[in-house]
């Protein structure tokens, strides 16, 4: 059974920092584009950031560049998304997901095959 399995999130404090971990099980996902998207309350999925297989392209939403830091370790199955500078709007419900027909990165929910089950981030003002 494929699983992708989030955890890492919380309450912090605005300006501080929570790293999110994604491992992946049931199938290697060495060739796959690993993404990071987050749903707040009443709004629709949101693309955050993505990483290619080898890990040498990534890609953000513009609200996030330069505060957050997208990861991947093969040899764990395993995707990280390093939250700095953490703002009350990024808020949300955080998911991981995972691309099997796109090796070089991609916004598009919709190429995304498998889902977690996400985790919560509750910044504070």
């Known amino acids: 059974q494929v699983q992708l399995v989030e955890s890492g999130g919380g309450l912090v404090q605005a300006g501080g920092s929570l790293r999110l971990s994604c491992a992946a099980s049931?199938?290697?996902?060495?060739?796959?584009?690993m993404g990071w998207f987050r749903q707040a309350p009443g709004l629709e999925h949101e693309f955050v950031a993505s990483?290619?297989?080898?890990?040498?392209?990534?890609g953000y939403t513009d609200s996030v560049k330069g505060r957050f830091t997208i990861s991947r370790d093969n040899a764990k199955n395993t995707v990280y998304l390093q939250m700095n500078s953490l703002k009350p709007e990024d808020t949300a419900v955080y998911y991981c997901?995972?691309?099997?027909?796109?090796?070089?990165?991609?916004?598009?929910?919709?190429?995304?095959?498998?889902w977690g089950q996400g985790t919560q981030v509750t910044v504070s003002s």
């Open positions: 997901a995972a691309s099997t027909s796109t090796r070089w990165g991609t916004s598009l929910r919709d190429r995304y095959d498998y």
């Open positions: 990483i290619s297989w080898n890990g040498g392209s990534t």
């Open positions: 049931g199938r290697t996902f060495i060739t796959d584009t």
